[in-house]
């Protein structure tokens, strides 16, 4: 059995998208024949029961080959319930972990219990999160509720759903509105359809830093800094064009307003001491607003490894060293999604520990940086 990290993937969108009808297309890709998918119930998910083989009373085998279980109570109790029943070879030995939310959640919580649990962190790590929109009800969705909000905007795939209701002019207008507020909110994620079958599995779960059939990590697309910068730039034209002409009435909902991305990059090198103390500062003044935060950073004790990091709100996955830069682009690298949050206030705290660096370690604070090899 393999010893490599198992990529967890978060299924998530809100009421109504048709989270369910996608789940069931999924199931029966092959891509996902060893993959083990975590529902709430099977009652309210309505998975095919004419693709599934009962196994015993809390995970059933799908025809396609993939596993399914209930969250019984804790989703940590459950994922650590399906990796031990693995090791004893009770099921079969599954490569991947897809938990579906409700329609109703804050996928913050399940990120949260995926990066910082220490059993977990040994055997499993994040993936991603893809996020389920109604393409026919999106937007009156995003204007009533903060939550399905939050879910585009932490999202690294977005699959559109009910395409194929939006007909005529009209049909066009809504669905052009809708991508373009998705775009707004989050520029860096893959949008895809289920119209003719574009949202496949192979597209949706190839979204992690470690893609398994790449031997070095792929930073760029995972960071996607790139789509961040011009996002930037997007929403920056479009608030001076409102601004001279004083014109707010097309202005999307409060909540999107609320809602920020932005990405910066630096030449110099940081600490060890100095980086630790940034993300100690980062999650007591802004944590709750953080949604989500990427990044590859350049440290000054080796500059040549890199460090992967990656948090949402207050809790961080451990840092990652890398044994070299992947790419060309040997810069520090930060991507943000937060919420009341100004960039300047993170990107200047940032250059604040740069500063600092003056061909040697800074003394900030005595701790180290625990960092993973």
Request: hydrophobic share 40%; charged share 25%; glycine share 6%.
């Amino acid at each position: 059995m393999s010893n490599a990290p198992i990529p967890v993937a978060i299924l998530t969108g809100f009421l109504g998208v048709g989270k369910t009808t996608l789940l069931n297309q999924l199931l029966k890709d092959p891509f996902l024949a060893n993959a083990a998918v975590i529902i709430n119930e099977f009652g309210d998910t309505g998975i095919d029961h004419l693709l599934v083989e009962r196994a015993d009373e809390n995970v059933v085998e799908m025809a396609s080959g993939c596993l399914c279980c209930t969250i019984r109570g804790d989703l940590i109790d459950t994922i650590h319930d399906l990796l031990a029943r693995r090791s004893r070879g009770e099921i079969k030995a599954f490569d991947r972990i897809v938990i579906e939310t409700t329609g109703l959640a804050d996928p913050a919580p399940v990120l949260h219990a995926v990066m910082s649990e220490p059993g977990l962190l040994a055997a499993c790590r994040l993936e991603g999160v893809i996020t389920v929109v109604d393409a026919f009800n999106g937007m009156a969705t995003l204007d009533a509720h903060p939550e399905a909000v939050k879910q585009v905007a932490v999202a690294d795939r977005i699959v559109l759903t009910k395409v194929d209701l939006l007909s005529g002019r009209e049909g066009e207008d809504m669905l052009f509105a809708i991508i373009a507020r998705l775009r707004k909110l989050n520029p860096a994620a893959r949008l895809l359809t289920t119209h003719r079958n574009e949202a496949t599995a192979e597209r949706l779960f190839t979204m992690g830093l470690f893609d398994p059939s790449k031997k070095t990590p792929d930073v760029r697309n995972w960071l996607a800094a790139e789509a961040y910068a011009t996002g930037e730039k997007r929403n920056r034209r479009r608030h001076d064009h409102d601004h001279h002409h004083h014109d707010h009435h097309h202005d999307v909902s409060r909540h999107d307003a609320h809602i920020r991305s932005f990405s910066f990059s630096e030449n110099r090198a940081i600490s060890a001491q100095g980086l630790e103390l940034f993300l100690e500062l980062l999650k007591s003044y802004h944590g709750a607003n953080m949604l989500r935060m990427k990044g590859i950073v350049k440290l000054a004790d080796d500059p040549n490894r890199p460090v992967v990091l990656h948090g949402v709100q207050h809790v961080f996955h451990p840092p990652v060293r890398l044994s070299a830069w992947p790419d060309g682009d040997e810069r520090t690298r930060l991507v943000f999604i937060v919420k009341d949050i100004e960039k300047p206030m993170i990107e200047d705290l940032f250059r604040a520990f740069t500063d600092q660096i003056t061909g040697g370690a800074d003394a900030f604070t005595d701790k180290t940086l625990s960092l993973n090899r």
